[in-house]
């Protein structure tokens, strides 16, 4: 019974969160934390809410304490590399995520966060290919697909990427950055022929 009330609180937080109630979801969560102090998913949940809020030293204090409750908890160092990314640590971005794919080398999100992290720092060949290999391992993954699109449309290469870009479209019709820049892809194509 205390098991399902459990789940039952950590399925609202998540429903918070995935509704846009982040700073509901993170008020919940600290209520939460003191009930069930050794629950990583909750100090995951923590850090995820801090980080979209932009408190990145926060989140990571939480994602740090999932790790040292659960050393093998492989989304929690995603979400690090994705909090020192938004942060702009770069370095330290990569090396969490590295270590999410040398404990899941099929972790089809962290190599597209990685991915993301290359091309910040202007390393586009190491981008493209971590995105393709996000996308080999999740061949249905929107977010590695659109960026694959948007680093080759980068590159001058409009006929590719708006080929990518309409596969994702093709996935889902509504995606805003692949209408965006399936357009873009055919004004640059016109302009050339």
């Given amino acids: 019974m205390e098991q399902e009330l459990k789940d039952q ?3 609202h937080l998540i429903s918070l969160f995935t509704n846009g109630l982040v700073e509901e979801c993170l008020r919940e969560a600290q209520k939460l934390i003191k009930i069930y102090p050794g629950e990583p998913f909750i100090f995951n949940i923590i850090g995820i809410t801090n980080a979209s809020l932009g408190k990145f030293n926060d ?3 939480n994602y ?3 790790i040292s409750l659960n050393p093998s908890y492989i989304e929690v160092y995603n979400n690090i590399g994705v909090a020192y990314n938004g942060w702009k640590k770069h370095e330290k971005a990569i090396k969490y ?3 999410a ?3 899941n080398p ?3 999100d962290a190599f597209n966060n990685r991915g993301n992290v290359y091309k910040e720092l202007g390393e586009n060949e190491d981008a493209i290919e971590d995105y393709e290999k996000a996308l080999q391992l999740n061949p249905k993954d929107i977010n590695a697909r659109v960026n694959l699109a948007s680093i080759l449309y980068d590159k001058g290469n409009f006929e ?3 080929a990518f870009f309409q596969l994702a479209l093709d996935q889902n019709s509504n995606n805003v950055d692949a209408k965006f820049g399936l357009a873009n892809c055919l004004l640059e194509q016109d302009k050339i022929a």
């Fill in 160 to 162: 590719q990427s708006g």
């Fill in 64 to 66: 740090q304490k999932a």
């Fill in 106 to 108: 099929a972790y089809a």
């Fill in 101 to 103: 794919i040398n404990l």
């Fill in 9 to 11: 609180r950590i399925n």
């Fill in 59 to 61: 989140s990571i204090k």
């Fill in 97 to 99: 995520l590295d270590k």
